[in-house]
């Protein structure tokens, strides 16, 4: 059995080679409660069922670098007779995972992974930032990844046109923004038949004219909307960890959190740094918060329209931004996202939605402080 612990201080973590492992630093401090700060516990149990020879599995990991609403404040593994483990860095978008190898399959054993982080209710600024209160600032480089077209994100052709129909005689990224997060909630649904969060394929969205799917699909329409009008913007992938406190059922998770992952989106205004959004959750809340479903003109749903532009209830812990995400030592073409477990066994990739070959469990808890 081997087993690694990485206490991290995240203010001092560097961006890393391709495959760079994490060095070892002090315990990061466990923000105070009395802030808003709470502490969650996350542990993802994982077992190949049925390796076939050399095997490779690859586990999301939280943000690692702090901000105002998610700190990583540590993380630990189990990997028994495993042959190689590392924290490693996807390049590109900067994905931090958990990669785990097995040179022998009859050696594969069981994986545990546990995560602390802390999150608290995130607000953006939607209004100009005042010169004593600066907005956090990107570097260009990170704005202009964020601008880019990704494999399932297209922002020329179809999706340019439409971006610029929805934000014509609109002004500034705030205004902009608004008007293309008022028209994915006016015309997407959310189809419960789409396997997972779906895959984000805006290409085909906008060609066959069904804009049906669930979070990573309706979300990724908002992000590749804003980059076709010049917005950076970006999807952020992770999971449910708790039940919601804002009064809607379905949109928190507790407990067993095995199938809470969530995908949400953000842009960039140049006087406000980061504004979060969830169009998806708006649908979500219409098709779940009640059996039958709501319409768009119901309270709650109109409650969450107005309060998901420019918030996240953190009841969720980020994983990263990443897309086109080229596994470390995976013999298969990229995925289009890290946020489920992962795994290839004898060359054959492992589907990461079917529990009968790739078993996983996630369970949450609050941490009291």
């Known amino acids: 059995m081997r087993r ?8 001092a973590l560097a961006p890393g080679a391709a495959l760079a492992t994490w060095p070892p630093h002090a315990r990061a401090a466990e923000p105070e409660a009395s802030s808003g700060w709470r502490v969650f ?25 702090p901000s105002d609403y998610q700190r990583l404040l540590n993380t630990t593994w189990d990997a028994p007779g495993s042959s190689h483990t590392e924290l490693a860095v996807v390049p590109g978008y900067d994905v931090r995972l958990l990669h785990l190898y097995w040179q022998d399959a009859a050696a594969v054993g069981p994986i545990t992974l546990t995560c602390r982080v802390a999150t608290r209710d995130r607000r953006g600024s939607l209004e100009r930032a005042s010169a004593t209160l600066s907005a956090e600032r990107e570097s260009a480089q990170t704005l202009q990844r964020y601008l ?63 804009f ?15 980059r076709s009008a010049g917005i950076p913007a970006r999807d952020a992938y992770g999971v449910r ?34 504004i979060p959004v969830d169009p998806a959750d708006v649908r979500k809340v219409m098709l ?25 209830e953190m009841n969720w812990v980020a994983y990263n931004h990443g897309h086109d995400v080229a596994l470390p030592g995976s013999t298969s073409a990229a995925i289009p996202f890290l946020m489920y477990p992962n795994g290839e066994s004898g060359g054959a990739r492992i589907n990461s939605l079917d529990p009968a070959t790739f078993r996983y469990a996630i369970h949450s808890r609050e941490v009291v402080v």
Not at 290 to 303: C, T
């Open 148 to 210: 880019r077209p990704t494999a399932l994100l297209p922002t020329d052709g179809i999706v340019r046109a439409t971006a610029q129909q929805i934000c014509a005689r609109r002004h500034g990224e705030i205004e902009q923004a608004r008007a293309l997060y008022e028209w994915v909630v006016e015309n997407t649904t959310r189809d419960p038949k789409t396997p997972g969060c779906g895959i984000g394929d805006v290409g085909s969205m906008l060609r066959s004219g069904y």
């Open 288 to 312: 779940e918060e009640q059996a039958g479903g709501l319409p768009m003109s119901d309270p709650k749903v109109q409650a969450a329209r107005h309060a998901f532009f420019g918030s996240w």
């Open 41 to 65: 516990e996350v542990v993802t149990s994982v077992e190949v069922a049925a390796a076939s020879g050399p095997t490779r599995v690859w586990l999301p990991l939280p943000l690692s670098t």
């Open 212 to 226: 049906g799917g669930k979070c990573a699909d309706i979300n990724a329409l908002f992000v590749a909307l804003a």
């Open 4 to 11: 690694r612990e990485f206490l991290l201080n995240l203010s």
């Open 241 to 274: 960890v708790a039940d919601s406190r804002l009064g809607y059922r379905c949109l928190g998770k507790s407990g067993d959190i095995s199938k809470a992952q969530h995908c949400r989106a953000e842009f960039y205004a140049r006087d406000q740094g980061w």
